[in-house]
């Protein structure tokens, strides 16, 4: 696999995407003609979406014709109105659909013309009227609008292909393992390996678990490029059972989805709950990182900051043990400690010189472990001349490092790479504990179950392996992709 980084790992397509075409390529656009009612919302936007907000979105939009507002398109940018109701031949949107030369859109650099079939579907909408559906109204979000109207697939009886576990956690009890598969959480046992629960999920992936005091599970996800969500999941239930499986509905029922905390226009990727169990934060792709307060239920969680402190996609984010520091990595090669009480940034550290992946506090307050794609474990310091500074480098992997797990009650910290490997560390001293081997693939997801005596890793090639983490020895290797098999015992 030529993909070396976190980064590239989540820009990657997944398999999953081949379906998608070929769904889309059979529906096409089957029984069209022109003598249809063509919906705007329906048919419309969302084939400017999919070809044009990238460049004419509501930030900084090109020609400074925003689309993603009927009002901001009949507007027009530079030019006039690019619509002449009922007048496809006179418009000027159609005008640089159809052209040849350097006024084409989407512009020659950028790819292909817009597919004929699509042409039509606009210029129809124009020749009835450039209308727009009822119930909306000139300023409403289209994209906003879009994602609301988007139903999630049910996940698949059976997987076609693996798919990348890119979240995993122990139960609180440990003896279940929760895996983030397509459009769904799996719930597996850990003793008999087998699948007892699926729970349906409007994200395409999870991207982060973190189970709360109250045993509820916050997940972290989304859609690549098109939404991101923290949502939280009763998974106690046992909802409707298939072929001896638990099949919970965490889309439309409220008693599976109880809380959704954020919404947001990209995927979020990582999850932190701080030792004493009050605060939750998230970040990912839009550079934020939040915190809400919940120490009254997750149900009546309260955001109390969002933090703009990174330049790039958020990767990860720990609590300092005394709840008063945020620790963060980013795709833009730092790691950065955020004072909660101040509400500004105390330390900076920018060695890895290359994405960072992960992040945890030692036990003092005022040292963190950061991780990245320059393979190495290093630990900074926060206060005075430390700040920002290396301490030193506390271990390394043979390839990038994808994640960092603490887990301070056992002193473990655990890092995955695409080395295929998981390795544990002490915390307190940074020495190598533990390799974990068995793996065959890059290992996109850790988990150490909270009395610290199990260590587990998710791989790209959807197998996950549970190991003792006193002695690494394998208690149990899943395939975790309902329907798919191990590839190796
Ligand atoms: C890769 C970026 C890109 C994409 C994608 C793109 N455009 Fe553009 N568009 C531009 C740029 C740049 C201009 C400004 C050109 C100029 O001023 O000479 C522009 C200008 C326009 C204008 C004229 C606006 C005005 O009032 O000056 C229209 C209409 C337009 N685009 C329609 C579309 C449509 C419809 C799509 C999707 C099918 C699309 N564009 C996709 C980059 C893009």
Known sequence: MGIRSLGGLLAAKAPWVKVFWVCLFTMGF????????ISFIKDVAPILK???????????????????????????????????????????????LKATDKTRMPPKESGDPLPKEKIKVLEAWIKQGAKLDKGLTAKTDLMKELRLRWKSPPAPEK?????AVTALAFS??????????????????????????????????SMAFQFLPDGKLAVAGGRPGEEGDVRVYQ?????????GVAMLDGVDDPKVMVKQVLENEDEVLCLALSADGKKLAAG??????????????????????SIENHADWVFSAGFSPDGKLLASSSRDKTAKVWSLATKESLATFPDHQNPVNGVAFKADNKTCYSAGDDRQIRLFGLEGDRAGKQVRVAGNHG???????????????????????????????????????????????????????????????GEVIIWKAADAAVVKKLAVSPGQQLTSK
């Open 30 to 37: 089957p029984g069209f003609s022109t003598a249809q009612e």
């Open 50 to 96: 999919e070809n044009c907000f990238a460049c004419h979105g509501a930030k900084n939009p090109k020609g400074k014709l925003d689309m993603t507002r009927y009002e901001s398109l009949r507007h027009g940018g530079t030019k006039d109105d690019p619509i002449a109701t009922g007048k496809p031949d006179e418009s000027y949107l159609i005008d640089v």
């Open 159 to 163: 997987y076609a292909f693996p798919v």
């Open 172 to 205: 609180p009890d440990a003896k279940k393992i929760v895996a983030g598969g397509h459009h769904e959480i799996t719930v597996w046992d850990v003793e008999s390996g087998k699948l007892e629960k699926r729970i349906r999920t409007r994200a395409r992936r």
């Open 235 to 243: 998974i106690q239930g046992t909802g409707k059972m298939v072929n």
């Open 284 to 305: 990912g792709c839009d550079r934020l990182l939040y915190v809400w307060d919940i120490s009254s239920g997750v149900e009546n969680a309260k955001l109390e900051q």
């Open 399 to 461: 390839g990038a490092i994808l994640k960092l797990a603490a887990n301070a009650k056992a002193n473990l910290l655990v890092t995955s790479g695409t080395d295929n490997l998981v390795k544990s560390w002490n915390a307190e001293s940074g020495a190598a504990l533990k390799s974990f081997p068995g793996l065959t693939d890059h290992v996109l997801s850790v988990a150490v179950s909270q009395d610290g005596n199990l260590v587990a890793g998710g791989a790209w090639n």
